[in-house]
């Protein structure tokens, strides 16, 4: 079946500090690969998504390549702010599954 | 735009008690879902609806869990009797759930019910 694997936390930075979060999956097909964020007392959010090989996906400074060939999505930014300390995961769907599989998260603290 | 809506945001109860968490959608999405989230790990899926309908549920306790779609709208998650390792979040998510390609249609998260079963 469909898995994701992530970095494990915690990371703790500090500001203007480069950031990547390792991620890698295991599906079968064409995945679409997501990365949602969750800001302390708040909702999972949608940070940013690439439905197909070589794909980026970009969204408030945040990046992360679809590489089919390393079977990898790694989340990066390059000069974080103490406003993304949040818990960071990376998902999978099937191109004709709805359902998303989660890697564990990955906690991150960013420090003045 | 309103987005998805949970009750209550907390909850404690004893084990072997019942508990219910309710669950609005964003107005016009057909694809309803359920998560439970231990704490340390990532969501992990329930059950999915596609307006009423229940379109996956292999990973629902179903001697204790049970979900409703009713009007294929709103929808409620049950736990009888609830055990000590229910205790999780419970986050709901809506989409919009179109045709082929599903797999690039985006969830959209209700904040989610923290339950604590003593």
């Known amino acids: 079946g469909n898995s994701v694997t992530q970095m494990e936390g915690p990371v703790t930075l500090s500001e203007e500090a480069f950031l990547t979060i390792n991620c890698t999956y295991t599906a079968t097909g064409y995945p679409s690969l997501f990365w949602y964020v969750q800001y302390p007392g708040e909702g999972l959010q949608l940070l940013l998504k690439?439905?197909?090989?070589?794909d980026k996906g970009s969204n408030k400074g945040f990046e992360a390549t679809y590489r089919k060939e390393t079977t990898s999505f790694h989340l990066e930014k390059g000069s974080v702010q103490v406003s993304d300390s949040a818990v960071y995961f990376c998902?999978?769907?099937?191109?004709?599954?709805?359902?998303?599989?989660f890697g564990a998260g990955t906690t991150v603290t960013v420090r003045a | 735009e309103a987005g998805v809506a949970q009750s209550p945001r907390y909850k404690i109860i004893e084990k072997r008690q019942s508990v219910a968490f309710w669950c609005n959608p964003i107005?016009?999405?057909?694809?309803l879902y359920w998560y439970q989230q231990i704490l340390g790990q990532g969501p992990k899926l329930l059950i999915q609806f596609q307006n009423n309908g229940v379109v996956d549920d292999s990973q629902l306790p179903k001697d204790r869990f049970s979900a409703e779609r009713l009007k294929g709208v709103d929808s409620t998650l049950k736990i009888q009797p609830a055990k000590l390792e229910d205790s999780a979040v419970y986050l709901c998510?809506?989409?919009?759930?179109?045709?082929?390609?599903?797999?690039?249609?985006?969830?959209?998260f209700g904040p989610g019910t923290r339950l604590t079963v003593l």
């Open positions: 690439a439905t197909k090989a070589d």
């Open positions: 998510a809506s989409s919009l759930g179109a045709g082929p390609g599903v797999g690039t249609d985006t969830q959209y």
């Open positions: 107005s016009g999405h057909a694809t």
């Open positions: 998902a999978l769907s099937g191109s004709n599954d709805y359902k998303l599989s």
